[in-house]
């Protein structure tokens, strides 16, 4: 898989998000297909909202509990 970080929108306003390329297999040495597993797009959304939040409260553009 291949994955980016893109920090702005259309209009170059603060806007995070994950642009993220993945293969459904390949092909193993032998030349059998091979099967990925599937990928649970929803635990990685809440992942990464999780840690721009935290990153927001760390910077003090955000309210919430952690440091300041």
């Known amino acids: 898989a291949v994955a980016a970080t893109q920090t702005f929108g259309d209009f170059l306003g603060f806007h995070p998000h ?3 390329l993945d293969s459904d ?3 193993h040495s032998n030349g059998l297909p091979f099967v990925s597993s599937p990928v ?3 635990a990685l959304d809440q992942i990464f909202r999780y840690k721009v939040l935290k990153m927001f409260i760390r910077l003090g553009r ?3 509990k952690g440091k300041n």
């Open 25 to 27: 297999g390949s092909f």
């Open 62 to 64: 955000a309210i919430g």
């Open 18 to 20: 994950l642009h993220i």
């Open 40 to 42: 649970y797009t929803k």
